[in-house]
C-alpha cells in the first residue's frame, strides 16, 4: 500500500512569498497532521485535519493555515514567507484522529523541505 | 512552554551495548507515549509505545519503561546495533485538549562498530 506522499520534495523561496505544501495520506486515513521540524525545536505540531475538519492547530501565527479535501488530501499554505519559516514540513496520516490513548500510528511522509532566502 | 523534554541531544554507544534514551514531560494529563526514530531525509517512523496504564512494554530489542510518578519514560535498546543510528522522538498524548501528539526535541543515537 502506498505510503503517504508530500510534493514538493524541495523548494526555494524568497522572503514575502507565499508557498502550499501537498500530501496525499495512506488510503483509506481520514486524519492529517502537519507538523514543523527545525534542528533546535525538534518536531512542532501544525495542526490535524480530520474528515475536512480543523480538530486542533498549534501555536504558529495566521500565516500558516491549511485544508483537507473529501478524498482526505490536505495542503498547508504559508503566506508572507519569513526566514525562520525554513524547515522540513512533515505530513502524517493516521487512521484515526490522532490523540489520547486511541491515538493510531502516525505514519509519515519523507517532508518538503523549504528553504527561504 | 515545552511539555515533552528530551535533555539529551545525542548519545554515542558501542555496538552490542545498552542504549537507554530518556524523556521527561510536564503535563499530568498525558496518557499515551510513543517513541519514533527517524533517518536522515525519511520521515519519522512509529518504534514503540506505552499507555499510562502499563509500566513497561517491549517489542524484540526495545522496550519503554514509563514512572508515572516522576513522570519520565525511557526506550532501552539491548543489544544496539549500528543500523539504530537515527534520531528517536518521544512523543505524549492525552484526552481532551491534551489529545493532540507533543513531540520532544528528540535525541541522536550514533551505535558505533
Known amino acids: 500500500k502506498a505510503g503517504v506522499t508530500q510534493t514538493p520534495r524541495y523548494l526555494i523561496k524568497t522572503r514575502g512569498q507565499q508557498v502550499t505544501l501537498s500530501c496525499s495520506p495512506i488510503s483509506g486515513h481520514r486524519s492529517v497532521s502537519w507538523y514543523q521540524q527545525t534542528p533546535g525545536q525538534g518536531l512542532q505540531f501544525l495542526f490535524e485535519?480530520?474528515?475536512?475538519?480543523?480538530?486542533n492547530k498549534g501555536n504558529f501565527p495566521g500565516r500558516f493555515s491549511g485544508r483537507q479535501f473529501s478524498n482526505s488530501r490536505s495542503e498547508m499554505n504559508v503566506s508572507t514567507l519569513e526566514l525562520g519559516d525554513s524547515a522540513l514540513y512533515l505530513c502524517?496520516?493516521?487512521?484515526?484522529?490522532?490523540?489520547?490513548?486511541?491515538?493510531?500510528?502516525?505514519?509519515f511522509g519523507e517532508g518538503s523541505r523549504l528553504t527561504v532566502l | 512552554d515545552q511539555q515533552v523534554k528530551q535533555n539529551s541531544p545525542s548519545l554515542s554507544v558501542q555496538e552490542g551495548r545498552i542504549s537507554i534514551l530518556n524523556c521527561d514531560y510536564t503535563n499530568s494529563m498525558f496518557d499515551y507515549f510513543l517513541w519514533y526514530k527517524k533517518y536522515p531525509a525519511e520521515g519519522p517512523t512509529f518504534l514503540i509505545s506505552i499507555s499510562s496504564i502499563k509500566d513497561k512494554n517491549e517489542d524484540g530489542r526495545f522496550t519503554v519503561f514509563l514512572n508515572k510518578s516522576a513522570k519520565h519514560l525511557s526506550l532501552h535498546i539491548v543489544p544496539s546495533q549500528p543500523g539504530d543510528s537515527a534520531v528517536y522522538f518521544c512523543a505524549a498524548s492525552g484526552s481532551g485538549s491534551n489529545y493532540k501528539l507533543t513531540f520532544g526535541k528528540g535525541t541522536l543515537l550514533t551505535v558505533n562498530p
Open positions: 485535519y480530520f474528515s475536512e475538519t480543523q480538530r
Open positions: 502524517a496520516s493516521s487512521l484515526v484522529a490522532a490523540g489520547g490513548a486511541n491515538t493510531g500510528e502516525l505514519f
